[in-house]
């Protein structure tokens, strides 16, 4: 067996394992060293294999941490919000209600509106808390009335609250960075000085008034930013 063919082998055994479930999303995969061990084959072997499950988008690898199975490619920014997203994906994560809350206008908002409701969630893959959000959405009088007659979110979910308060985002930015979570640590089970990744997202309508503000802590082990430019470019969000 040549080591062109041996290459194509394993790629196809691990393709193969990521098709059929065995290999599910967000697992890791193992080392390099025990992938060579248990193959038979070389490293080099390895990693070419690798590299065309990574162009492939089977697997993505992380710095310092090695090789995951990919989410399939899935935005968990579409209009059916994360749970479906993530369903699609092979990979369910849960959703759960933290608070939901009446608060004065957030210091990094600007603008006429000066209630609005904070709504604080945890999501978790394989009962693993892996973000932290905080949406605030302009407290409006139809979405104070949609609130109050569901005593909460339709259905637990922003997107449907939005949808029936006529809150429709048509444009938006997201700004990402770094940052430790402080207070927020223990409903992530992880210490203050932890470091997550923040994005912080802003939604218009298409009159340019803000529709929702979303904060997100976002465990880097489980996520990436991933931006594609071009004719048919987009973003992959963080839900």
């Given at each position: 067996?040549?080591?062109?063919?041996?290459?194509?082998?394993?790629?196809?055994?691990?393709?193969?394992?990521?098709?059929?479930g065995?290999?599910?999303?967000?697992?890791?995969?193992?080392?390099?060293?025990r992938?060579?061990?248990?193959?038979?084959?070389?490293?080099?072997?390895?990693?070419?294999?690798?590299?065309?499950l990574?162009?492939?988008?089977?697997?993505?690898?992380?710095?310092?941490?090695?090789?995951?199975?990919?989410?399939?490619?899935?935005?968990?920014?579409?209009?059916?919000?994360?749970?479906?997203?993530?369903?699609?994906?092979?990979?369910?994560?849960?959703?759960?209600?933290?608070?939901?809350?009446?608060?004065?206008?957030?210091?990094a908002?600007?603008?006429?509106?000066?209630?609005?409701?904070?709504?604080?969630?945890?999501?978790?893959?394989?009962?693993?808390?892996?973000?932290?959000?905080?949406?605030?959405?302009?407290?409006?009088?139809?979405l104070?009335e949609?609130?109050?007659?569901?005593?909460?979110?339709?259905?637990?979910?922003?997107?449907?609250?939005?949808?029936?308060?006529?809150?429709?985002?048509?444009?938006?930015?997201?700004?990402?960075?770094?940052?430790?979570?402080?207070?927020?640590?223990?409903?992530?089970?992880?210490?203050?000085?932890?470091?997550?990744?923040?994005?912080?997202?802003?939604?218009?309508?298409?009159?340019?008034?803000?529709?929702?503000?979303v904060?997100?802590?976002?465990?880097?082990?489980?996520?990436?930013?991933?931006?594609?430019?071009?004719?048919?470019?987009?973003?992959?969000?963080?839900?």
């Open positions: 067996m040549t080591a062109y063919t041996r290459t194509e082998h394993l790629r196809h055994e691990l393709a193969e394992q990521i098709r059929n065995t290999l599910k999303p967000g697992e890791r995969i193992m080392s390099e060293t992938l060579a061990e248990e193959y038979q084959v070389s490293r080099g072997t390895v990693r070419r294999a690798l590299e065309q990574k162009k492939a988008e089977l697997i993505e690898t992380r710095m310092g941490s090695g090789s995951y199975v990919a989410f399939n490619g899935g935005d968990m920014s579409g209009p059916d919000g994360w749970t479906s997203a993530s369903l699609r994906s092979g990979a369910p994560t849960t959703t759960e209600l933290l608070s939901i809350a009446l608060v004065g206008r957030p210091l908002l600007e603008g006429e509106c000066e209630r609005f409701y904070e709504i604080a969630r945890r999501r978790l893959f394989r009962s693993t808390p892996v973000s932290y959000e905080v949406s605030y959405l302009p407290a409006i009088p139809a104070r949609v609130i109050e007659r569901m005593e909460g979110l339709v259905d637990g979910s922003i997107s449907k609250t939005m949808k029936q308060a006529g809150l429709q985002a048509a444009s938006g930015y997201m700004d990402v960075s770094a940052d430790r979570l402080g207070p927020i640590a223990q409903a992530l089970e992880k210490t203050p000085e932890t470091v997550f990744l923040l994005s912080e997202r802003h939604n218009f309508s298409d009159d340019g008034t803000l529709v929702e503000y904060r997100s802590f976002l465990d880097p082990s489980h996520f990436t930013l991933h931006v594609t430019a071009g004719e048919n470019g987009g973003n992959h969000g963080d839900r």
